[in-house]
């Protein structure tokens, strides 16, 4: 089994559901999620100027090829209603594949591990609370070392629900 550690995130309309609905999803076209973090409240990143996040981390044990997952997380992205308009805009639901066991991946449509991982709170935060002594196959650090090391400022809340 693979496992594979997801990223999910939403600004639009119901945040919550919107993450809980892709959860469903996944559980049911991708594998078993196997450990969730809190949801957090961010700030945007990139394109500040949209309404905040609620994001979270969940590790995943699926034996579908990272290819296969990435197609899975784009056809749910779909049926939740994502539209791409903007890099780094506003969306109902982003599902990024953060890590997928500890495989170096750099093809067209895919990078694993995500290259941003290092520079954003609003992943880490969450990453952090699932798998902090997970080390990162290019960085070669815990993400525990790299939580807090980290440069980004952004504040990331605890959501309450």
Known sequence: ??????????NLKER???????????QKTVGNITKKSDYFETNPWGHTQQPKFINLVIEIESSLKA?????????IEDKLGRVRTKKWGSRIIDIDILF??????????????????????????????????????????????????????????????
Do not use: W
């Not at 089994?1 to 939403?10: A, R, V």
């Not at 290819?67 to 056809?75: A, F, G």
């Not at 895919?110 to 002594?133: C, D, G, M, T």
């Open 1 to 10: 089994m693979n496992k594979i550690y997801l990223q999910l995130g939403s």
């Open 16 to 26: 919550f559901s919107n993450i809980e609905n892709s959860m469903f999803l996944l």
């Open 67 to 75: 290819q296969e997952v990435l197609k899975k997380c784009l056809i």
């Open 100 to 161: 997928f066991n500890q495989d170096i991946i750099n093809q067209s449509n895919l990078i694993i591990p995500h290259p941003f991982i290092q520079e954003r709170n609003f992943v880490l935060i969450p990453l952090n609370q699932i798998a902090s002594e997970l080390v990162h196959p290019i960085l070669q650090k815990s993400i525990k070392h790299i939580k807090e090391n980290c440069t980004d400022k952004e504040k990331v809340v605890k959501y309450e629900l």
